[in-house]
């Protein structure tokens, strides 16, 4: 009996394995078959897209994007346009409110122009943040941002803010502990005694005016930028991605936005009808500093290194290519 027994469970062992050896041969070719098949595409595919939907960004209230004042959006032109101060950001406005019909485009102040309540401009914040998602990760949407070479514009922040007007003393100066505060002050028109402050304490100090452009982009967004300008080739830069929009409410079909609105109109002239000027051609700006004539005045190895290691992130940022400037080779 127990021989019986042995025997028997050794049958059924054999069997068991036979069965699972049938199953698996069953099994191979229905996968390689499937693995081939456009069903099995199509659902690869399906499982790709998902996890890309995953991976895709939203627009949140707390992103600097969406927070700030300074991300236009013009829908007829499907144009999503990040300025940052010290970048042509005036002449930029006075362009937009042209393209929205306000009569103030060209006669609005400096100052004026800065206003919401003048400008009438659209911003990234005025939509819902699904909406604002949408446009920032569609295709047919541009988005665009134009930057300035780095020790250039810290220099013309100090020149217009600290020079030329007392913004630094109200928003830097004044706000350090007494002890600091008449170091600032009296030292507020040095360039060094500048970097020294907004460097040193930036709970106090940090203002976009100075801050690195780059930090006023939102890291997830930056592989959504589609076009970067630079302000030394502010003209030619700003031509080209004009003369790639076109909108299809334009009564003259196919005509480019360079085309409708930056061809004339744009100058120092009186009167907008007297502006002949194409946009960008000449620097309209009333606090145009002229830092870029300034540099070897201003900047010292000391302070030259400072900014190169302050705004470092700037030239970190992969997408933006700056020309390479180095005032004091030898330092």
Known sequence: M???????????????????????????????????????????????????????????????????????????????????????????????????????????????????????????????????????????????????????????????????????????????????????????????????HVTKYPKECTNRHWIPQVSMMDAKWWPYIDFIGYQNTIEQDSKRLMQMLTSTKDPVPNRTLYERYGSSGWGSEEGCENRTHAFMHVNTAEHKTGADSQMKEWYTPETEKIVEQYWAVEWAQEKVKFDKVKLFPDS
């Open 2 to 196: 127990n021989l019986l027994k042995v025997a028997n469970i050794k049958i059924a062992l054999i069997l068991v394995l036979l069965l699972s050896l049938l199953n698996t041969i069953r099994i191979i070719p229905t996968l390689t078959k499937d693995s081939n098949s456009d069903d099995n595409t199509s659902v690869l595919r399906k499982h790709t897209a998902t996890e890309k939907e995953k991976e895709t960004p939203v627009v949140l209230k707390d992103d600097f994007i969406y927070g700030v004042r300074t991300s236009f959006v013009i829908p007829e032109y499907k144009l999503i346009f990040f300025t940052f101060p010290k970048v042509a950001c005036s002449e930029w406005k006075r362009m937009f409110m042209r393209i929205y019909g306000n009569p103030n485009w060209c006669k609005a102040s400096f100052s004026q122009v800065h206003h919401r309540g003048v400008n009438k401009i659209r911003i990234l914040g005025d939509y819902d943040t699904e909406v604002a998602t949408a446009m920032m990760t569609s295709p047919a949407w541009t988005k665009v941002a134009f930057f300035r070479e780095p020790k250039e514009r810290v220099l013309s922040s100090f020149l217009d803010k600290a020079v030329n007007t007392n913004f630094y003393m109200k928003y830097c100066c004044e706000k350090l502990p007494e002890d600091k505060r008449k170091n600032c002050e009296d030292h507020s028109k040095e360039f060094g005694s500048f970097l020294h």
